[in-house]
């Protein structure tokens, strides 16, 4: 019924930029917060920056200063702009959203993306 599907990852030279995507689709009755996180290999999933519906932004210490979360509100899509990038920012990133679903239950629910690939290397 809800899907997030994510886009914009790969390989980046350190210093480079990459602009991630996401888009969440299905029957959704109102959509509080979304977000980023990512997830290195033998490391737990860590919040990136995350935005709430009144445009609130909340940012990890490691990439504040360097990375842009914004969202559009009407086609129900999240971004994240990734400046300055550095081999530590490698790991799949995730789309989160906070929101409830359409259907008799008014719960709120996490929805998570299927993640992308984000590689920083010379």
């Known amino acids: 019924q809800v899907q997030l599907v994510e886009s914009g990852g790969g390989l980046v030279q350190p210093g480079g930029s990459l602009r991630l995507s996401c888009a969440a689709s299905?029957?959704?009755?109102?959509?509080?917060?979304m977000g980023w996180y990512r997830q290195a290999p033998g490391k737990e999933r860590e919040l990136v920056a995350a935005?709430?519906?009144?445009?609130?932004?909340n940012y990890a210490d490691s990439v504040k200063g360097r990375f842009t979360i914004s969202r559009d509100y009407v086609k129900n899509k999240v971004y994240l702009q990734m400046n300055s990038l550095k081999p530590e920012d490698t790991a799949v990133y995730y789309c989160?959203?906070?929101?409830?679903?359409?259907?008799?239950?008014?719960?709120?629910?996490?929805?998570w993306g299927q993640g992308t690939q984000v590689t920083v290397s010379s």
């Open positions: 299905g029957s959704i009755f109102s959509i509080n917060a």
């Open positions: 935005i709430t519906s009144g445009g609130r932004t």
């Open positions: 989160n959203a906070d929101l409830i679903p359409s259907g008799t239950l008014r719960q709120w629910m996490d929805y």
